[in-house]
T-cell receptor, first 108, second 115 residues
């Protein structure tokens, strides 16, 4: 079993749709959680941190459920420019693990 | 601006050449840096965790004698692909993070093409 698992997709959604991704992790000692976005042929870029209380940044909402060991990312009102691969990253103090990424394509 | 600098961004060289890639943290000291490889249309794969002042920890299946990692200072880690062959052609990325639970920042990546 992988330490961090994501549905690889692809998710193909129309513009304006709401889409949600989940990510599960196995290490209960994990302490910090992040979502990254990776465009084709580019390096991953930090999208947002994820907190137990949940956090929102514009159209993006991230949530952490420690008891069930999963994190989620919700994208509202999808834009064409949201098309990318979304990676969840899970850190312990000295280590980090990440999922294989979820591919999102937003279509006109 | 970039907080992690990776150099070079593109390398094309002949088979058998050794290639060194540098990863520098610009705004912080990174006791840990990570090296990844990504083949076209595939997921990012962690190759090794580079710890300052000690030996790197390699992921299963990654040849440590093939991919030499040096992390001699808190701001610099290097990956050397020794005697590179066409199958080593890939996108190599590094990341670094400040101590504790901060997010890592990725370098721009290095496209390695071995002819």
């Amino acid at each position: 079993r992988k330490e961090v698992e994501q549905d690889p997709g692809p998710f193909n959604v129309p513009e304006g749709a709401t889409v949600a991704f989940n990510c599960t992790y196995s290490n209960s000692a994990s302490q910090s959680f992040f979502w990254y976005r990776q465009d084709c042929r580019k390096e991953p870029k930090l999208l947002m941190s994820v907190y137990s209380s949940g956090n929102e940044d514009g159209r993006f909402t991230a949530q952490l459920n420690r008891a069930s060991q999963y994190i989620s990312l919700l994208i509202r009102d999808s834009k064409l420019s949201d098309s990318a691969t979304y990676l969840c990253v899970v850190n312990t103090y000295n280590d980090m693990r990440f999922g294989a990424g979820t591919r999102l394509t937003v279509k006109p | 601006g970039a907080v992690v600098s990776q150099h070079p961004s593109w390398v094309i060289c002949k088979s058998g050449t050794s290639v060194k890639i540098e990863c520098r943290s610009l705004d912080f000291q990174a006791t840990t840096m990570f090296w990844y490889r990504q083949f076209p249309k595939q997921s990012l794969m962690l190759m090794a965790t580079s710890n300052e002042g000690s030996k790197a920890t390699y992921e299963q299946g990654v040849e440590k004698d093939k991919f030499l990692i040096n992390h001699a200072s808190l701001t610099l880690s290097t990956l050397t692909v020794t005697s590179a062959h066409p199958e080593d052609s890939s996108f190599y990325i590094c990341s670094a993070r400040p101590p504790g639970y901060q997010p890592q920042h990725f370098g721009d990546g290095t496209r390695l093409s071995i002819l």
